[in-house]
């Protein structure tokens, strides 16, 4: 028996024995294995909250028929540098990175690229998309629409959802991309869930309980909502997010959504793709490093400066050369689940 801390396992090893485990379940190969690379991507980057704790609640959407695991993929609009995809609640990831590619492509040949995704499942880490726009040469940007979560405007429970955001930024060859990750809560509902997991103490202005009241139980606070960073900011910028895809796309807004036994459905996503070459910036990777580096000289007085997303790369480095980490708890869900994983 291994502790709650010391469980590892490589991530090619890991990524094989989700793929296997989505395939019993009629999941195809080539879509099982992107599943899996990303789904497991979030651990390996020191994510645990999105990971491969998502795996259960979608091998029970594929077998209750509430997420597709062999889906009818549909193009409903190609506009020029627009495109509109219908993911048919296949597989979250495999859809969401099929539409950011779509993006990028079309960036190749206008400038910018558009695509937004209807009807899709949790796509896991917003991160993998953004991610995989820099390294593909753009600016890319996504953001979703999500199941009811958080608190905001005075209202008791949850009226809206955390809806997140990513912007990855490329660099020049051989260097990591600067990716910004984050929900508009204050905290996303997976990281409560894995700090209650680990025994952590929340800080306050994480949530609220069932009343609507202030709260640092993490129990709490899943059973209530959790809070808008920076209150209205936050809340207004979840709202817009609502509106950039729900109702850009005629799909459900965060009220109509509904959410199973952890995995939600019919979420619109929207991602782009903006081509550097096309704004004829001259040495833009050079420009990027001398501003990183004026940062790393003036904004450590306290601490040392980390770029968005640095500290997941050193996680990623630490456990490419250990093993992916995984919490005990998790280990027995995915047993459970049917996951080899010894």
């Known amino acids: 028996m291994t502790s709650e801390q010391d469980f590892r396992i490589p991530y090619p090893q890991l990524v094989e024995a989700l793929s296997t485990a989505m395939q019993a379940h009629g999941l195809a190969p080539e879509l099982?294995?992107?599943?899996?690379?990303?789904?497991?991507?979030?651990?390996?980057?020191?994510?645990p909250s999105h990971g491969v704790r998502m795996l259960p609640a979608l091998l029970r959407g594929f077998d209750e028929g509430r997420a597709h695991a062999r889906p009818e993929l549909r193009w409903e609009r190609d506009f020029g540098a627009i495109c509109v995809l219908d993911g048919?609640?296949?597989?979250?990831?495999?859809?969401?990175?099929?539409?950011?590619?779509a993006a990028v492509e079309r960036a190749s040949r206008f400038g910018v690229g558009v695509c937004l995704a209807k009807r899709t499942t949790h796509w896991g880490r917003a991160h993998a998309y953004a991610l995989r726009a820099a390294q593909a040469g753009c600016i890319g940007l996504c953001t979703t629409n999500a199941i009811q979560t958080m608190?905001?405007?005075?209202?008791?429970?949850?009226?809206?959802?955390?809806?997140?955001?990513?912007?990855?930024?490329?660099?020049?060859?051989?260097?990591?991309?600067?990716?910004?990750?984050?929900?508009?809560?204050?905290?996303?509902?997976?990281?409560?869930?894995?700090?209650l997991r680990e025994g952590r103490s929340l800080p306050e202005g994480w949530g609220v309980d069932a009343e609507g009241k202030p709260s640092t139980d993490a129990r709490a606070i899943l059973s209530g909502a959790v809070s808008p960073m920076g209150g209205h900011k936050g809340a207004g910028l979840a709202l817009m997010m609502e509106f950039l895809t729900a109702a850009l796309g005629g799909g459900l807004f965060c009220s109509e959504m509904r959410a199973t036994k952890g995995l939600e459905t019919d979420a619109s996503k929207l991602f782009l793709a903006f081509n550097i070459e096309a704004f004829g910036a001259p040495d833009f990777h050079a420009e990027v490093e001398r501003y990183l580096d004026y940062l790393r000289t003036e904004a450590s007085f306290r601490e040392a400066f980390l770029?968005?997303?640095?500290?997941?790369w050193q996680d990623c480095a630490r456990n490419e050369a250990l093993g992916v980490p995984l919490h005990a708890e998790i280990v027995d869900q995915l047993r459970q689940a049917g996951v080899v994983l010894d």
Do not use: C
Request: glycine share 14%; aromatic share 4%.
């Open 151 to 195: 608190a905001a405007w005075g209202a008791r429970g949850a009226v809206i959802g955390n809806n997140p955001i990513a912007i990855g930024v490329p660099r020049a060859a051989g260097l990591a991309p600067v990716v910004l990750d984050l929900a508009m809560s204050q905290a996303a509902v997976g990281k409560v869930t894995t700090w």
């Open 88 to 101: 048919d609640n296949g597989p979250g990831r495999y859809v969401a990175l099929t539409a950011m590619q």
């Open 307 to 312: 770029f968005p997303g640095e500290r997941g």
């Open 32 to 47: 099982a294995d992107i599943e899996a690379q990303i789904m497991a991507e979030a651990d390996l980057h020191g994510v």
